[in-house]
């Protein structure tokens, strides 16, 4: 009798209990994007809010500021967004890319959980999202004032990579410029 | 001091469950008589004592004891006492307790209605229990402790959050576990066939009505869980893939394909070593599911990282239970022959096609659900997979389960010939037939998915239709006839029924509903097809625990007027969270939905207007399917044929029991 095929069942499950266990011990660390260190791939896209307008790379106008992939129908994205919210009170541009998603319930999601954006482009397709190596939402890319990716951010934001990464990498790119 | 005793409670249930793991399966494995008897008696006695617990927290939570740190992070004393109640299962710590409170109720039914069974495997079921309950016990006692104190205790609690403050979340976990943890007893019936090496025709017999009782549970409990998303998240979707929903989804479907495969197994001794595996797939897709949700490593694995030790706790088990019996499987299962021989064309090959869809949908929620989770293990950041996955995946999975809905329950078990196939077919397919001209004519240009759709929940109603039909008719009173048909019949055409009416409803929602976000200001209207919405303006209103801003929309119908709708804007004052409350006009044929935005300043709002046909039905078909699997639990042949062979079985006992005591 096929013995090995009744192994099958409890090999699999091995491998799911092998993850888990990898996943409780584990940092997730940052993976570094082959973007990074590189200017910002162009887009264009039309506006979340108004589909007539266009949002374009060129809208960022040499300020620093944070790009974030985000979706309605993304859960880590609503964890994320009290984050997002509170740069945005410290002054800091965040442009959005909604990435996959369908307008109302994008703007119905932007309503119930705040907007934390300067501006939204509606990536419905997700050719944007290629343009710039998505491969996850959310993702987010810190631009310094020469439009160049300094940071790519995998996944949610949490209370601690905000406090270890993204706060002190804006600051100092701030610094970096305010000098010049 | 009822808080310790609570706790206490606890420990002694916990020692009572060990003692209901190791006595009975020892004993059955040595085959003495007086260890399998501790069985029914500790299990009892579990409950109680878990019960006891319950109701010491229960107290806590009615009487605002702060002292307690679970009632302090999740009461308020301005919460009403029904969801004071509720808060039991709010939080992690108190759905555990609810868990285990609800696997005593499983345990203790079976007690009471499995007195017939063979005394060694009622011995071994009860025992895997005991073990699946040590467990459980175990896990609240070492990590989450629902009676730890605080001191000093504070003044006011830091309330339930407020998505969860809903008539809905009083009854909508507690059906959803009942679903869950029933699972549990299809799981041990299983395992306990594999540790006496004996799985035949009465196996499944016997886990038939306990599996689909479970199913009935989950089924409700997924259906209250998708309408109360429908009216209490504001977006008026009624399903989001969201992990939370597709934890419960995976069982649902593995669930569904072990009560068709158990038919296969009871019916033609077929399928048989699929059929344990699938058991305990299901439950295992349960504790997986409770795990993923309940623990938050979902929406991160790193939740754990504040209490590590409760992560490395939930591994264990898992590992334990699921590893465990599936070990036991590869070990056992080969010594299993399946007996039946069918042909390809037969009720057996549709049900092997029937679960083959199912697992592989299963198969389908869970990777979708763990793909973040391993992106996360691996270090590549947490990342949501979502609808469009979801949705391009289960179209293609969906249809031809719905096509063979309705041929399945007609063809014949062993072997059918063909022409007798259409013979039978003829009525289904002409009305079906007929559907998909008339709506190709009239709605080819607009949704092609509505067609097909459509069709299929025709061709699915009308097949059901047909089963019970082809046993009635030419019969010499026709009515007697549907008077005597068995109710696994009738139970099993009114479920797939009500999967014809889901797929109606799901199928109108989708391609007919009219949504608009717009604005008004007072004394604006907004007219959709032959309804006018007119925004009268906003009051304020007190609610006990909350402020909150009141529209009042008058609809109209040709100048008359339809009903009143109040969607209110809430700001819950503990937590300081904005909640829209929804305002909808049910129907059988429409709902009308409309929800509150934002103030947009000069007396303005933004509002959502929802005109959804037939979105009632989604619910309505959950229910119909829950009817029809109560039905055929109440079918007398399962206690008839139990009280038969017991007959026999308990006279074989007593006997063995006087040479004990001689």
């Known amino acids: 009798m096929k013995r090995y095929l009744l192994l099958l069942p409890l090999i699999l499950f091995g491998a799911v209990a092998v993850m888990l266990a990898v996943g409780l011990t584990l940092n997730s660390s940052q993976v570094n994007s082959p973007l990074v260190g590189k200017p910002a791939p162009d887009f264009q896209a039309p506006s979340l809010h108004t589909p007539e307008r266009s949002v374009q790379l060129s809208d960022l106008n040499g300020q620093v500021a944070l790009v974030n992939i985000w979706a309605s129908w993304c859960t880590s994205c609503r964890q994320e967004h009290p984050y997002l919210m509170a740069l945005s009170e410290q002054g800091i541009p965040i442009y959005g890319i909604d990435y996959k998603d369908e307008r109302s319930k994008a703007l119905a999601w932007l309503e119930q959980y705040g907007n934390a954006y300067q501006a939204v482009a509606f990536d419905a397709h997700g050719r944007v999202g290629m343009d710039w190596g998505v491969y996850g939402v959310p993702e987010t890319y810190v631009i310094d004032r020469k439009g160049v990716i300094r940071h790519k951010h995998i996944g949610a934001i949490t209370a601690h990579s905000l406090r270890e990464q993204l706060q002190p990498l804006l600051a100092e790119l701030r610094r970096e410029s305010g000098s010049r | ?662």
């Open chain 2, 1 to 662: 001091m009822i808080p310790e005793l609570g706790q206490f409670a606890l420990v002694l249930a916990l020692s009572l469950a060990l003692a209901q793991a190791i006595f009975p399966i020892y004993g059955a494995l040595r085959g003495r008589v007086e260890l399998m008897a501790v069985a029914v008696p500790a299990a009892r006695g579990q409950f109680v004592f878990v019960v006891c617990s319950f109701v010491a927290l229960a107290y806590a939570f009615l009487i605002n004891d702060f002292s307690v740190a679970y009632v302090a992070a999740n009461s308020n004393t301005a919460l009403p006492w029904y969801y004071r109640f509720a808060a039991i299962w709010g939080a992690h710590e108190g759905s555990l307790l609810l868990w285990v409170l609800i696997l005593g109720v499983w345990t203790t039914a079976v007690t009471v209605f499995s007195r017939e069974l063979p005394v060694t495997f009622r011995s071994r079921v009860l025992g895997v229990m005991g073990v699946v309950s040590s467990g459980f016990l175990l896990f609240l006692l070492m990590t989450s402790d629902p009676f730890t104190r605080l001191d000093p205790a504070p003044l006011q609690g830091r309330d339930l959050n407020p998505l969860l403050q809903d008539p809905g979340l009083v009854m909508h976990p507690p059906m959803l576990y009942m679903g869950y943890v029933g699972f549990c007893v299809a799981f041990s019936f299983a395992v306990a066939a594999l540790l006496g090496g004996r799985l035949d025709s009465a196996w499944a017999r016997w886990s038939r009505p306990w599996t689909t009782g479970a199913w009935v549970f989950l089924t409700i409990g997924i259906a209250m869980g998708s309408y109360w998303a429908y009216y209490e998240l504001g977006w008026g979707g009624w399903w989001f893939w969201d992990p939370v929903e597709n934890a419960s989804f995976m069982p649902w479907l593995a669930g569904t394909a072990l009560i068709h495969s158990l038919a296969v197994t009871e019916k033609r001794s077929a399928f048989k070593r699929w059929t344990v595996l699938l058991a305990i797939l299901t439950f295992s897709l349960s504790l997986l599911g409770t795990f993923l949700v309940r623990s938050g490593v979902l929406t991160s694995v790193h939740a754990f990282a504040t209490d590590p030790l409760r992560g490395v706790f939930v591994l264990g088990l898992l590992v334990a239970v699921v590893g465990g019996s599936l070990a036991l499987y590869a070990w056992r299962a080969a010594k299993v022959r399946s007996i039946g021989r069918f042909e390809l064309l037969s009720r057996e090959t549709m049900l092997l096609l029937n679960n083959a869809v199912l697992t592989v949908a299963a198969a389908t929620v869970l990777l979708g659900t763990l793909y973040p989770l391993a992106m996360d293990a691996l270090g590549l950041g947490q990342v949501s997979v979502g609808e469009p996955y979801f949705n391009s995946v289960f179209l293609p999975l969906g249809l031809p389960l719905l096509v063979l809905v309705a041929i399945g329950p007609l063809l014949k078990w062993k072997s059918e010939r063909w022409p007798e196939l259409m013979h039978k077919l003829r009525g289904p397919l002409l009305i079906a037939g007929i559907t998909l001209l008339v709506l190709s004519w009239w709605f080819w240009q607009v949704s092609l998915g509505a067609v097909l759709g459509i069709t299929l929940a025709v061709w699915v109603a009308t097949g059901s239709f047909e089963v019970v039909r082809q046993r009635v008719s030419g019969r010499r009173n026709p009515l007697a006839a549907l008077r005597r048909l068995p109710r696994s019949i009738v139970g099993m055409a009114l479920a797939h029924l009500g999967l014809a009416v889901f797929v109606a409803g799901v199928t109108a929602v989708n391609t007919f509903e009219s949504s608009r976000d717009l604005q008004m200001r007072p004394g604006e209207a907004y007219t959709v097809g032959d309804f006018t919405f007119r925004f009268d303006g906003t009051q304020s209103i007190q609610g006990p625990n909350y402020q909150a801003t009141e529209a009042r929309i008058e609809v109209l119908r040709e100048g008359k007027s339809v009903t009143v709708l109040h969607p209110q804007k809430r700001v819950y004052q503990v937590q300081r969270s904005p909640m829209t409350e929804a305002a909808i006009d049910g129907g059988v044929f429409r709902d009308m939905f409309v929800a509150l935005g934002e103030p947009l300043g000069n007396e303005a709002w933004s509002f959502r207007i929802r005109l959804k046909p037939l979105v009632r039905w989604i619910w309505f078909g959950a229910v119909m399917m829950a009817i029809g699997g109560v039905i055929c639990i109440t079918d007398p042949r399962y206690r008839r044929l139990l009280g038969r062979e017991a007959a026999t079985r308990q006279g074989a006992v007593a006997k063995r029991f006087s040479e004990v005591r001689t």
